[in-house]
């Protein structure tokens, strides 16, 4: 195997008929792009190097949030000390994807107790809504509409998921963890070259006069990079939870502002206080299932993510991908191929188990992993794949094509105790509904369920919108086990496109031998069961035309994640961050 960090080199395998004649005609180019364009972000792309440390590891989206992080895991605290003060950070300095108005999934390794634990903070649906939310004249509205009004904000449920954690796993007092968001808000933090992109491109925030005079200048421009952004607002929110704890945001003046600004939005929404006191943290059975030596481990409905990432690998087995090079095309032809008939059996059967029957045990049976694994063709796409029968299916449910967004954050950290924690969060579209209250946005997260309550042929679709209902969603925050010990804590952003994302890097170090970091690094693949995507300014798009020979329906395109992961092996800890977000690895 040839690889590395700044250029894949490719080496492919003789004797695989229509591949090695269409390699012949094409061969790949050996080169791996120093600026990858990243539409959320606008950075470019920056080199990163493994990271490695021996007691305490973080690794977040953002240089700031990280060294809060840090610095509880230095003063003693635990993983879930280290993510509470960097999601408070995330909150002021990377407001367009996660924070107090959003909700997160959360996986916990309790070392003492020997124990994964799974945390549902996902945002739920008000009582009063209906399944024609989004329905106007018999059609959906166009989704801008509905994202950008009061009907797409769903109950936050990410502040009692960090209290929760708190009162389960903190070591340090609450109000400590608090600290470091509260100092920033007050002094300011300089806007950041992402930050600054991602407002120049939203016209939407312009249309809401608190957002607009928080994030722009008096002329309407977005402040410049390096300006620094205070917000008084915001530190006085986190100074009364600091004191209070999370009941002054579901029960307080803080919720009671929510609730105002979402019914006095132009297209008003009806969450009300009940709803937010109401709200419920739900801890989950993990999902978990093996692939070759390791325990995949990771959260379960109404989530997606881990379900379809162990029904792509358990499907491309039987290829032995671990023999083909990073970048070939045989890999990436197997390996969108495999996301095919994952994302097919995902956006057919996969809703919030409280009020729909997913067939997990069935969807994640060896004989129909098997099954479905024969209708790969190595040498020719299946275009569109269908969803499959898996044993134990209950109902036909409607087909579903609801796209999760793109904008969302990830967090993982082990403390010295072997405590590993791996979180995604997410207030849904870049910036949320855009709905800012006291210094924060509000999720847009209700567009996470299909628009249509039914498909064309009249049948209910599983994800579709329903009072006190969690939508689907494509987090992966999962922990990888050999033997009884953690060995990857990792996950990402990236709307649908997580489970490429993350599934790309479980193969770049279960199968290839890769480092995480190089792992990350690689260029992002696979197929959502539409185009084969690949992503641009790499080396990837060499392989456009011969995959075009296959059958595939290819599109060259941004396809920013933002992975954060670490491994725990007999040399310590080693972490990786996404080259295509200002994240940050820090460890002692």
Request: hydrophobic share 45%; charged share 20%; aromatic share 6%.
């Amino acid at each position: 195997m040839s690889f590395s960090f700044r250029a894949i080199r490719f080496r492919f395998l003789p004797g695989v008929g229509l591949l090695a004649a269409l390699l012949l005609a094409g061969p790949a180019a050996a080169r791996l792009v120093a600026a990858d364009q990243n539409p959320e972000a606008a950075t470019g792309y920056a080199d990163r190097t493994l990271v490695r440390a021996h007691d305490f590891m973080a690794a977040t989206a953002n240089p700031l949030a990280t060294q809060a992080a840090y610095r509880m895991l230095a003063r003693h605290g635990s993983a879930a000390d280290a993510a509470i003060a960097a999601q408070l950070v995330l909150t002021l300095v990377e407001p367009q994807s996660s924070g107090l108005g959003g909700g997160a999934f959360l996986m916990y390794h309790d070392a003492e107790q020997g124990r994964l634990h799974a945390y549902d903070g996902r945002e739920t649906a008000p009582a009063a809504a209906t399944p024609d939310r989004f329905m106007a004249d018999g059609q959906p509205l166009p989704m801008r509409m509905a994202i950008n009004s009061g009907l797409s904000v769903g109950t936050p449920g990410v502040l009692r998921l960090l209290e929760t954690m708190h009162r389960e796993h903190g070591k340090l007092p609450w109000a400590e963890l608090f600290k470091p968001a509260i100092e920033l808000a007050q002094q300011g933090f300089p806007v950041s070259p992402r930050l600054h992109g991602l407002l120049a491109e939203n016209r939407a925030l312009r249309d809401q006069p608190a957002a607009a005079a928080y994030f722009l200048d008096p002329d309407g421009e977005p402040w410049p990079v390096g300006h620094l952004l205070k917000n008084p607002q915001l530190a006085q929110v986190f100074q009364l939870l600091a004191s209070q704890g999370a009941d002054a945001f579901y029960h307080g003046s803080i919720g009671r502002d929510i609730v105002a600004a979402v019914q006095a939005h132009p297209v008003p929404g009806d969450l009300s206080m009940e709803d937010l006191a109401a709200y419920r943290v739900e801890e989950r059975e993990p999902l978990c299932g093996t692939y070759r030596i390791y325990r995949l481990c990771g959260m379960p409905p109404p989530s997606s993510g881990t379900l379809a990432i162990l029904q792509m690998l358990n499907v491309l087995q039987p290829y032995e991908i671990r023999h083909l090079e990073p970048g070939s095309l045989a890999a990436v032809h197997l390996f969108s191929e495999a996301g095919r008939l994952a994302y097919a059996d995902r956006d057919y059967y996969v809703g919030d188990p409280a009020f729909v029957d997913v067939p997990l045990e069935g969807l994640l049976d060896p004989d129909y992993l098997d099954d479905r694994s024969a209708l790969i063709d190595p040498e020719y796409s299946m275009g569109m794949a269908a969803p499959g029968r898996p044993p134990g299916m209950q109902a036909e449910p409607g087909q579903d094509q609801a796209l999760d967004l793109p904008s969302t954050s990830h967090i993982v950290a082990v403390d010295a105790q072997g405590n590993a924690l791996s979180m995604t969060t997410s207030i849904e579209q870049a910036f949320g509904s855009k709905i800012f209250v006291r210094g924060f946005l509000l999720n847009n997260q209700l567009t996470d369920f299909s628009l249509s309550p039914e498909d064309k042929a009249g049948r209910q679709v599983a994800n579709r919108l329903e009072a006190g209902k969690r939508p689907r969603s494509s987090m992966a925050p999962m922990v990888v086990y050999r033997g009884d010990k953690p060995y990857i804590v990792l996950g990402s952003p990236g709307g649908s496109a997580i489970i490429n994302y993350v599934a790309k890097v479980l193969v770049g170090v279960l199968d290839w031998h890769l480092d995480i970091q190089q792992a990350i690094s690689l260029p992002n693949m696979g197929s959502r069961n539409r185009q084969t995507e690949l992503e641009a300014d790499t080396a990837l798009e060499s392989l456009a035309e011969p995959l075009r020979l296959m059958g595939h329906e290819v599109n060259i395109m941004a396809f920013p994640s933002g992975l954060n992961g670490i491994v725990l092996d007999a040399q310590g800890l080693s972490g990786g961050t996404d080259p295509r977000r200002e994240g940050l690895v820090l460890g002692d």
